[in-house]
């Protein structure tokens, strides 16, 4: 997430609401279905038009899960809401998988909280879209499932890095030289470093861990990371993103808003149990 100071122990909702095969039809029966009744009619917009760009580049199919002893045909089912929190600035809010399946190692459900007080202040600054897309991410895994993958190493240190090689050969293509890793954050507290790109070397792209710039692309980097956990990925689906000049990093370190959520501090991961999944089978 972005980050901002401490979070609290709020409550965490359940997992997400129940969702029938088949999909209704307003979800389109994408891979992503986010239950907006928690959220405000003004802001159910932005929400949809985020879930509606991560299902333009998923192509993994759903699988059958059992989800609180029901079987249901499942990408990930996400509940968001918007809730007073803790007014202006603090904890903007919290963004991640609750469950995974035991099957693929992927997210089953999530959650995405936001303050309403922080929401309406982004919405004032039009940086609200791409915080909603950059927390999106981070329920499909993006950052939150790195080390569970084994995509990371050096996390707690001076220079983590990501070793996922879709993501890899992808920063070949923009960078000079030949790496072998893509620099991680290492600064910011828990919930920023170790989950998002390095905000010196990436800039503006959508995930790293800093909001900045005005536009923030969603690389086709951060697409291919997402082939590393498992998924199958579109990854024309990117925008179209280069790496800052050296002057422009050192810009962007002066500029940028010190930006600014906090991760939430559950940690993923009760699998939940899978029964055959049809689609994939044999
Ligand atoms: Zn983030």
Same mark, same amino acid.
């Given at each position: 997430?972005?980050?901002?100071?401490?979070?609290?122990a %709020?409550?965490?909702? /359940?997992l997400?609401?129940?969702i029938?095969? &088949?999909?209704?039809?307003?979800n389109?029966?994408?891979?992503?279905v986010? !239950?907006?009744?928690g959220? &405000?009619?003004?802001?159910?917009?932005v929400?949809?038009?985020?879930?509606?760009?991560i299902n333009?580049f998923?192509?993994?199919?759903?699988?059958?899960?059992? +989800?609180?002893?029901?079987?249901?045909?499942?990408?990930i !089912?996400?509940?968001?809401s918007v809730?007073p *929190?803790?007014?202006p600035?603090?904890?903007?809010?919290?963004? /991640?998988?609750t469950?995974?399946a035991?099957?693929?190692?992927l997210p089953?459900?999530? +959650?995405?909280?936001?303050?309403?007080a922080?929401?309406?202040?982004?919405?004032?600054r039009?940086?609200?879209?791409?915080?909603?897309?950059?927390?999106?991410?981070?329920v499909?895994?993006?950052?939150? @499932?790195?080390a569970?993958?084994g995509?990371i190493?050096?996390a707690?240190g001076s220079?983590?890095?990501f070793m996922?090689?879709n993501?890899? %050969?992808?920063?070949r293509? +923009?960078?000079?030289g030949?790496?072998?890793? *893509?620099p991680?954050?290492? #600064?910011?507290?828990q919930g920023?470093?170790?989950?998002?790109?390095?905000?010196?070397?990436f800039g503006d792209?959508?995930?790293?861990?800093?909001?900045?710039?005005r536009?923030r692309? @969603?690389?086709?980097?951060?697409?291919?990371?997402?082939?590393?956990m498992g998924?199958? *990925?579109?990854?024309?689906? %990117? #925008?179209?993103?280069r @790496?800052?000049?050296?002057?422009e990093?050192?810009m962007?370190?002066?500029?940028?808003a010190p930006? *600014?959520?906090?991760?939430?501090?559950?940690?993923?991961? #009760?699998a939940?149990d899978?029964?055959?999944d049809?689609?994939? %089978?044999?």
């Amino acid at each position: 997430m972005y980050k901002q100071k401490t979070t609290n122990a %709020a409550n965490q909702t /359940g997992l997400a609401a129940s969702i029938e095969t &088949p999909e209704p039809a307003a979800n389109g029966g994408g891979y992503i279905v986010t !239950n907006l009744s928690g959220v &405000p009619a003004n802001y159910r917009g932005v929400f949809v038009k985020a879930q509606t760009r991560i299902n333009s580049f998923i192509r993994t199919k759903k699988r059958r899960v059992r +989800i609180n002893g029901k079987v249901v045909l499942v990408g990930i !089912n996400i509940d968001a809401s918007v809730r007073p *929190i803790d007014g202006p600035g603090g904890v903007l809010g919290r963004a /991640g998988p609750t469950a995974v399946a035991s099957s693929d190692r992927l997210p089953v459900t999530g +959650i995405m909280q936001f303050d309403t007080a922080d929401l309406a202040e982004m919405a004032r600054r039009g940086t609200l879209e791409d915080v909603i897309l950059h927390e999106m991410l981070h329920v499909v895994g993006s950052g939150t @499932l790195w080390a569970y993958k084994g995509l990371i190493v050096g996390a707690g240190g001076s220079n983590p890095r990501f070793m996922g090689r879709n993501a890899i %050969a992808e920063y070949r293509r +923009i960078s000079s030289g030949n790496p072998t890793s *893509i620099p991680v954050e290492g #600064d910011g507290g828990q919930g920023t470093r170790d989950s998002h790109w390095d905000e010196r070397a990436f800039g503006d792209e959508l995930l790293t861990g800093f909001l900045s710039g005005r536009k923030r692309p @969603l690389s086709r980097m951060s697409l291919a990371s997402l082939v590393d956990m498992g998924y199958k *990925i579109d990854l024309r689906k %990117a #925008d179209p993103y280069r @790496l800052p000049s050296l002057e422009e990093g050192m810009m962007s370190s002066i500029l940028h808003a010190p930006y *600014i959520m906090e991760r939430p501090d559950f940690d993923v991961l #009760d699998a939940v149990d899978d029964i055959q999944d049809f689609d994939n %089978a044999a």
